[in-house]
Structures are given as structure tokens and as C-alpha cells.
């Protein structure tokens, strides 16, 4: 991806502060905050609750009134109206009228959106076959699961075909095949072009789509960048091997660390440095290399790490 | 600007045509409709005249009900349930999102004071053998009204909850009556211009007992509704634009 290319999403200084009442202190939900995602491409937004994700958001979307900050999505102030034209939101845990059914309400967001009333009944099929609710066109909403409820909450978000989509926990409430379909629906959009900016607590979700992340803490950005290079742990390599016996050779032991034996295949890391030594020593103890790798964390262990570590800074404010 | 505040209206509509408040009070409004030949008549001929004056009142406090109880929770319930992000996160201004709310409310109390005057309009035919056509001029100014009422509602919805909106929205609908009782002194009387008032909106006299509204009175009726409906709704798009949702 070329680096001159214009972010679809772009929040510079984002900041908002709440003051209940006159005369009381205000509280700042988010600090200082700036992401910006490249076009095309799926970026995770992580945080623990009350992180500030959430309403980083809806100041992106125009929901909430930014005390500081520029948003802009294609180029385009998206707390106007006029610039989310090309924007799908689907909000946490979506509520929709219930008296409607399924197609009324798919119909009514369609409208709000400018799509043509030629292609609405088009669309609505498509897209409730596309969530995994086809033949439920005509059911009333108040008779919708959760589930469904949040897969309809996709389904309005695609509605006006988008460039860029904001999914605020789109598998909250879905069973694991639910999570897999929201997964893959992101990839899919990602492969069609389509901009996806995803705020999750599933870190296993977002370790499998996304594309960057930023990691906000306390309303500030903890940390961001492609997980490549947020995971892997620098001057440390993963070394998968095979018929050591029971316990690792001396030469060997001396190097490993992160040590882990399953079903005969060991698992360690070592300094780079030392890695000529450790394939020999796996060699000479008539072991098999099965994969030698930059070491890289979980995310969860990197966010659980993340938060530890910015915890004192957090607390200081 | 239309394509948008259409769709919000018609939502209002179709969900209000589900709530059993505009039923059971359109209901129970007839039943009283029906009971009005019965109170003590006030003299010889002019019983028709006493029908329409308390039909007058009874469709009046028939729209009243219906208007504030959709106009007084609308807002505030999307809010609280949260369905407006899906609305408003699109490209629908904040002021487009009140106005639909308020027409689709001005349609309901519309096609209730529609009903409510055809049910005048048979009892009045089968009771005294009158066509009633006069009633239709006093509905219409009574839905005016109610615009005007579901307007400011809609308006103090946009910051607060449903029991100060009901509370907010009789107090004003008592003081835009009570322009010449407040300010009727000597010493107010030159306030009295400054003062939004909705006697313009009061037609009993020539329905029930005249030859209807002139057609001018109807207009300047009609510019008054746009005064101070517009009036509300542009402050209640101002107070909703810089809440956060």
C-alpha cells in the first residue's frame, strides 16, 4: 500500500470532555486521540471499557460533540451530515423499532440513506441473505433473537453499499458461527475495497482480520501500528521442534526459554544471537526443525502487557 | 431534505397506528360523543349549537391527549432505546430527525381529529338531521393547534424526559390562552404583541354558534401555525444539534 495514499478515516487531536453540571470538574473520556486508517483495509480499535473507543466513534460519526479534534472520513468532515454519505455505522448492540419487520426497517434506513426506491428491494434481499437472515423479510423485529437482531444491525450498516464501514462490536451476542460469518464478512468487504474500522473486546477477532490497530487506554492511544510489528518481540526467535525426547538437551536448555512440550513437539524461544547454537544443538541431539520464526506475543498477552505497563501512566493524570 | 424527513414521518405514523392510547382515546372520545344529545338542553333551537360547542371541546381534549402522549416519549425513547444512532449516523440532520418526528406526529392527530369529526358528523346527522360542515373548519383549527403543541413538545423532548415535556407543554398551552387574562391590565397591555398567543386557533363561537371562520381568518390561522410551530421546532433543532447522543 502506498504511503501517500489518503487515509479513508483520519481523526487528528480528537478529545472530548464531559461536565455534568456547572461549576463541577470536567472528565475527559478521550484525551488525545488520532488514528488514521488506510483505505481499503480493516483497523481494529482495542481498549478496555470506558477506554474511550466507543465515543472516539460517535464523534467520528457526529453523534457526540467533540471538545477538540478533526474527523474526517474520504476527505470529508464526518460530523456533518453530508460527509457520512458514504459511511455504514452499525452501533453496539443495535435497537431497532421492533413494530417493523425485518424489510420495513431495511427499507426505512435505505430511504434515510439516498438509495434509489428502485434498487431497495434488491438490496434488502441481498443483504438479509448475505447476514444470514434470508426468508425473514416479513418477521416482526420484536420477534428477533439477539443475534438476529445484531445481524440485521450489519445489514442496515451495508445498506447504502459504503466505502467505509465503522463496526462497533459486531460479534457481541453472536454464537461462534455468527462471529466466523461477521469475520468473514469483514474480509469480504475488505476485499471489495471497503474500509473497515472495527472497535472489539475479541482480541482473537481482531488478531484474525485486522489489518493495524490502535490501542486506546484511559481516552489516550496506548499504541498503534500493524500487528506484525506490534506482536513480534524484537531480538527473539520461535523455535518449533521435533524428537527431543523428554527433556531438552543441556546445550540447549541453557538458550530456551518460553519453553512448552506437547504431543513430542517442543517450543521455545531464543536470543537471535543464539540461534546457529540452538539448531545445532537440536541437530546434534538428532531432533527435527519444524519451524524456526521472528517470536511474536498474543495480542492478548501484548494488550494484557499494554495496559500493565500504562496503567502508572494513567493513574499519574 | 424531503426524501429524509418522509421516511422519519411515516415511522412515527406507523408506529403510533400500533399504540391502543390513540384507540382507546378515540374510543372513549365517541362513547362521550354519542352522550352529548343527552346533557340539559340550554333552549329551544339552539340544541345543535350546544352539540357542536362541546364536540368542539371533546375533540380538542381527544387531540391533546394523543398529541402529547406521542409527542411527549418519541425522542426521548429513541434516545433512551438507543434506535436513533441508526438514523442519525446516516445522512440525516439532527434538524431532520425532530421535523420527521414532528409531522409524523401532526399526521396522526390529523387523521385523529379526522376520525373524531366524521363520528361528530353522524351523530349530529342522526341526532338533529344536520349535515355539520361547520365541524370541519373547528377540527382544522384544532389540528393547527396541536401542530403548534406537538411542535413545542417535540421541541423541550429534544433536552429532557417525557413528564417535564407533558408538564412544560400544558403550562404553555395554559399561558398561550391567557393572553388577555395575564396581560390584560392597563399597565401589560403594551406586552401584549410580545406574547405567543394561541386564541387565534379558538373558533367556537362562529362553528358552533355563527357562519363559520372567514377564509382570511383561516390564512392568518395558518400563518400563525407556521409562526409558532417553525419557531419551536427551529429552538428544539438548535437544543437537539448540541446534545450528545
Same mark, same amino acid.
Given at each position: 500500500?502506498?504511503q ?29 486521540v488520532?488514528i488514521s ?5 480493516i ?24 471538545t ?7 476527505g470529508?468532515d464526518s ?10 455505522f ?39 441473505e ?6 425473514r ?21 451495508l ?19 455468527g462471529q ?12 471489495s ?18 489489518d493495524?490497530?490502535t ?17 513480534d518481540?524484537?531480538?527473539r ?8 525426547g523428554d ?37 546434534d ?6 519451524a524456526?520464526?521472528?517470536m511474536?506475543?498474543s495480542l492478548?498477552?501484548y ?6 505497563e ?8 | 431534505?424531503m ?5 422519519i414521518a ?8 400500533r399504540?391502543k392510547v390513540?384507540y ?12 352529548i344529545p343527552s346533557?340539559?338542553?340550554y333552549?329551544l333551537?339552539?340544541e345543535s ?8 371541546a371533546?375533540?380538542?381534549?381527544? &387531540? ?7 409527542a ?40 385523529v ?20 360542515w361547520?365541524?370541519?373548519?373547528g377540527?382544522?383549527a ?8 406537538? &411542535?413545542f413538545?417535540?421541541?423541550v423532548s ?8 407533558v ?15 395575564l396581560l ?5 397591555? &403594551?406586552l ?19 357562519d363559520g ?9 395558518l ?14 433543532? &438548535?437544543?437537539l ?5
Open positions: 500500500m502506498s501517500t495514499t489518503a487515509p479513508a478515516i483520519h481523526i487528528e487531536g480528537a478529545r472530548k470532555a464531559y461536565k455534568p453540571i456547572v461549576g463541577a470538574p470536567s472528565r475527559e473520556a478521550v484525551a488525545d488520532s486508517v488506510a483505505p481499503g483495509t483497523h481494529g480499535l482495542l481498549g478496555p471499557n470506558g477506554a474511550g473507543k466507543t465515543t472516539t466513534i460517535k464523534m467520528l460519526l457526529g453523534l457526540v460533540r467533540p477538540a479534534g478533526m474527523f474526517r472520513i474520504l470529508e460530523t456533518l451530515p453530508a460527509g457520512r454519505r458514504g459511511v455504514g452499525m452501533p453496539e448492540q443495535p435497537y431497532f423499532p421492533q413494530h417493523l419487520t425485518a424489510a420495513h426497517a431495511l427499507k426505512l434506513y435505505a430511504q434515510l440513506s439516498g438509495v434509489p426506491s428502485s434498487e431497495i428491494a434488491g438490496r434488502t434481499s441481498a443483504l438479509l448475505r447476514v444470514g437472515l434470508a426468508g423479510e416479513r418477521s416482526t423485529l420484536s420477534t428477533f433473537s439477539r443475534g438476529m437482531l445484531q445481524r440485521l444491525g450489519i445489514a442496515q450498516a445498506i447504502n453499499e459504503p466505502t467505509v464501514v465503522v463496526l462497533d462490536e459486531p460479534a457481541s451476542g453472536l454464537d461462534p458461527v466466523r460469518d461477521v469475520r468473514n464478512l469483514m474480509l469480504s468487504l475488505r476485499d475495497g471497503v474500509t473497515v474500522l472495527l472497535s472489539s473486546h475479541q482480541l482473537s477477532e481482531v488478531e484474525t482480520v485486522c493495524e490497530v490501542i486506546l487506554n484511559a481516552g489516550r492511544v496506548a499504541a498503534k501500528g500493524d500487528l506484525d510489528t506490534l506482536l518481540i524484537e531480538g526467535t520461535s523455535i518449533r521442534a521435533r524428537g527431543l527433556s531438552l538437551p543441556s546445550t540447549l536448555a541453557e538458550h530456551a526459554v518460553n519453553v512448552a512440550v506437547s504431543g513430542g513437539v517442543w517450543v521455545f524461544s531464543v536470543a537471535d544471537d543464539a540461534v546457529r547454537a540452538a539448531v545445532d544443538a537440536v541437530d541431539a538428532g531432533g527435527r526443525i519444524e524456526i520464526a521472528p511474536r506475543d492478548e498477552d494488550f494484557a502487557r499494554l495496559l500493565a500504562t496503567a502508572g501512566e494513567v493513574g499519574a493524570r | 431534505m426524501q429524509r424527513i418522509w421516511p411515516l415511522g412515527v405514523v406507523a408506529d403510533s397506528l399504540r390513540v382507546v382515546v378515540l374510543v372513549f372520545a365517541a362513547l362521550l360523543a354519542f352522550a346533557l340539559p338542553d333552549g333551537g339552539v349549537a350546544v352539540f357542536r360547542e362541546v364536540a368542539l371533546l375533540a380538542f381534549v381527544t &387531540a391533546l391527549v394523543v398529541t402529547l402522549s406521542l411527549a416519549n418519541r425522542i426521548p425513547g429513541e434516545l433512551e432505546r438507543r434506535t436513533v444512532y441508526n438514523v442519525v449516523a446516516k445522512r440525516v440532520s439532527r434538524w431532520e430527525y425532530l421535523v420527521g418526528t414532528w409531522l409524523g406526529v401532526f399526521l396522526v392527530a390529523g387523521g381529529m379526522a376520525a373524531f369529526t366524521v363520528i361528530e358528523q353522524v351523530i349530529g346527522l342522526i341526532t338533529y338531521g344536520e349535515y355539520m361547520l365541524l370541519w373548519e377540527a382544522l384544532i389540528w393547527l393547534e396541536m401542530g403548534v403543541v406537538a &411542535a413538545a417535540v421541541a429534544a433536552i429532557t424526559g417525557p413528564v417535564v415535556v408538564t412544560a407543554t400544558l403550562t404553555a398551552l395554559f399561558i398561550g390562552h391567557s393572553r388577555s387574562t390584560g391590565g392597563e399597565g401589560a397591555l &403594551a401584549q404583541p410580545f406574547m405567543p398567543s394561541l386564541d387565534a386557533f379558538n373558533v367556537v363561537n362562529p362553528v358552533a354558534h355563527g371562520v372567514p377564509p382570511l381568518y383561516l390564512a392568518s390561522m400563518v400563525v401555525f407556521l409562526g409558532l410551530a417553525g419557531t419551536s421546532l427551529f429552538v428544539g433543532s &438548535a437544543l444539534s448540541r446534545r450528545d447522543l
